[in-house]
C-alpha cells in the first residue's frame, strides 16, 4: 500500500464521522429494502400471531415517531459525553492521546448506531399513509416497522455499553495499555523489518558508499549529490520504504534519507540526497518526493517513537508535583519495560540498505538499541530520581530489560542508565529515600558484572515479580 492509501487509512480510522457514515448508508438501504419486501409479500401474514400483529398507519407513525425522536436524543446525548471524555482525558494524561480516543471503535459505532436507527425510522415513516391520504388502499410496511422496533431494542443495549466503556476507556491503566500494546506490537511488526535487505558484512557495504556521503569527502565529492526538498512543511507520518528501493534500483541510484517519520520539515528542506545527480530527473525527483506523507501531527503508523514519546509524557506528569501519582508513573515504565525487553532481543537493521542483488542502494538513520533507551528511560530518569516509588520501579524495569540482553553492549547501556539514575537521585532525594535507590542500584550493577546475571536478577529477593 502506498504512502497516501496508508495516511488515508489511518486519517479514516481516527475520525468521529467515517464509521457513523457507512452506518447511516447501510440504514438507507435496508430501509428502501424493507418497504420494498413489505411491497411485495405484504403483512396479512403477521394477523395470525397473537404477538405480531399488523400495525394500522396511525400505531405505526406513533410507533417509528418514539423510536426516531428518542434516538436522535440520545445521538446528541452520547456526542456530548464523548467530547466530555476526550477532553478530560487529553487535558488529565496529554493532548498527543487525543488520536487514541478518537480512534475507539466503540464511541464510533455507538454514535453511528443511534443515527442509523434515527435515519431508518425517519425513511420508513414517510412510507406510511392510510386509505384517506392515498385515495385507495393504504400502506404500512409491518416488516420493516418490526425491523425498526429490533434496531431500538439493539440500540438500548448499545447504550448500556456505551455506559459502561466510557468511564472504563478513561481510566488511567487502560489508556496506558492502549498504547503499550500499540508500542508491543509496532516492534513486532517492524524490527527485523527494514528497507531492502541489510547486508551481512557491514564493512563490505561501507565500502559502497559514494565518496559524496563519506565524512572525509572533499570539497568536490561533496558536490556530487542533489537533494529532494520538501514541498510542504509538517511532520512525516509515511514513508513507502517500498517504493525508496524500487525507485533507487531503478535509476541505479544511491539514496541518503535525511528524514525519519516522526521529525518534523519544513519547505525546502532535504527529505534525502540522491547520487549520482546525473541520473535523477525531474520526473524522478518527484516520484522521489512522493515516497513521503507530511501531516499536522505526528502518527504512530511508522514512528515508535511517537509511542514510547506518549508513555514518557503520560509518566512526566504523573511524576510533576502538582500531580504526584508515582503509580501511574510505575504503569508507564512497566510497559516501557516489556517494550524495551522485546526490543532487547530482535536484530535491529543496519542502516546500510541494499537491494536484492546486494548494491547498496539506501544509507538510512542507524536504528540501535541505546537510541530506544535514551528515548524512554534516558528521557524519564530526571522525574523518576524524584520519587522513590518511581525510581525502585526504574530499576526493577531496567533489570527486566537486561534479562533479555545477551549483548554486552546492550547490557552496559542498561547499566549506564542505572547509574544515571542514581547520581540524579542524589540531588532529589535524601535520608532514607536515597538509600533504598542505591542499595537497589548496587543489587543491579552487581548482578549484571556478573558472568550468569540472568540467574543473579532472579534469585534476587523480590526483584522480578511481586513486587506491586
Given amino acids: ?23 447511516a448508508f447501510a440504514a438507507i438501504l435496508l430501509a428502501g429494502g424493507m418497504v420494498a419486501l413489505d411491497s411485495y409479500i405484504g403483512s396479512a401474514w403477521m394477523d395470525g400471531y397473537v404477538w405480531l400483529y399488523a400495525s394500522r398507519p396511525d400505531g405505526a407513525r406513533q410507533v417509528l415517531s418514539s423510536i426516531g425522536g428518542s434516538m436522535i436524543t ?9 467530547i466530555a471524555a476526550v477532553v478530560y482525558a487529553s487535558g488529565q494524561y496529554g493532548p498527543r492521546l487525543l488520536t487514541n480516543f478518537m480512534r475507539d471503535r466503540g464511541n464510533q459505532v455507538t454514535l453511528g448506531t443511534f443515527i442509523a436507527t434515527f435515519l431508518y425510522c425517519l425513511l420508513v415513516l414517510r412510507t406510511i399513509h392510510s386509505p384517506e391520504e392515498s385515495d385507495g388502499a393504504g400502506f404500512v410496511p409491518n416488516l420493516a416497522l418490526l425491523v425498526g422496533v429490533v434496531l431500538a431494542l439493539c440500540s438500548i443495549g448499545v447504550l448500556i455499553y456505551f455506559i459502561h466503556h466510557v468511564p472504563s476507556k478513561i481510566h488511567i491503566n487502560s489508556v496506558i495499555e492502549d498504547v503499550g500494546d500499540r508500542l508491543l506490537r509496532g516492534v513486532d511488526e517492524r524490527f527485523p523489518r527494514f528497507v531492502g535487505e541489510a547486508p551481512d558484512d557491514h564493512q563490505a557495504a561501507s565500502s559502497d558508499i559514494p565518496a559524496t556521503f563519506r565524512e572525509n569527502a572533499d570539497l568536490a565529492a561533496g558536490r556530487e549529490r542533489q537533494s529532494v526538498k520538501a514541498e510542504d512543511t509538517g511532520y512525516i507520518q509515511f514513508l513507502d520504504d517500498e517504493a525508496v528501493m524500487r525507485l533507487a534500483k531503478r535509476h541505479d541510484l544511491v539514496l541518503r534519507l535525511q528524514y525519519q517519520p516522526g521529525d518534523f520539515v519544513h519547505v525546502g ?60 508513573a510505575v504503569t508507564c515504565l512497566d510497559w516501557l519495560g516489556a517494550a524495551l525487553s522485546d526490543l532487547a532481543e530482535r536484530s535491529l537493521p543496519s542502516h546500510l540498505r541494499m537491494d536484492d542483488e546486494g ?110
Fill in 359 to 468: 548494491a547498496l542502494r539506501v544509507i538510512a538513520h542507524p536504528v540501535t538499541f541505546a537510541s530506544f533507551m535514551d528515548r524512554s528511560f534516558g528521557a524519564l530518569a530526571q522525574y523518576c530520581a524524584t520519587d522513590m516509588i518511581a525510581a525502585m520501579r526504574y530499576l526493577n524495569a531496567l533489570g527486566e530489560v537486561s534479562l533479555e540482553c545477551d549483548q554486552p553492549d546492550r547490557r552496559a547501556v542498561v547499566r549506564d542508565y542505572a547509574d544515571k539514575l542514581v547520581e540524579l537521585a542524589a540531588e532529589g532525594l535524601s535520608s532514607f529515600n536515597l538509600a533504598r535507590v542505591r542499595e537497589r542500584a548496587d543489587e543491579l550493577r552487581r548482578a549484571l558484572d556478573a558472568p550468569d546475571f540472568k540467574r543473579r536478577l532472579r534469585d534476587g529477593t523480590a526483584w522480578l515479580a511481586g513486587t506491586a
Fill in 269 to 328: 528542506r532535504a527529505l534525502m540526497e540522491v547520487s549520482p545527480p546525473s541520473r535523477c530527473d525531474d520526473d524522478c525527483t518527484d516520484a522521489l518526493r512522493g515516497v513521503y506523507t507530511i501531516g499536522s501531527r505526528r502518527s504512530a503508523l511508522q514512528d515508535l517513537r511517537f509511542l514510547i514519546d506518549e508513555l514518557v509524557e503520560i509518566a512526566a506528569r504523573a511524576l510533576s508535583p502538582g500531580v504526584n501519582d508515582p503509580f501511574t
Fill in 74 to 82: 440520545v445521538a446528541g446525548t452520547v456526542f456530548s459525553v464523548t
Fill in 1 to 23: 500500500m502506498n504512502a497516501g492509501l496508508r495516511r488515508l487509512a489511518d486519517y479514516l480510522g481516527s475520525s468521529y464521522w467515517f464509521v457513523p457514515t457507512l452506518m
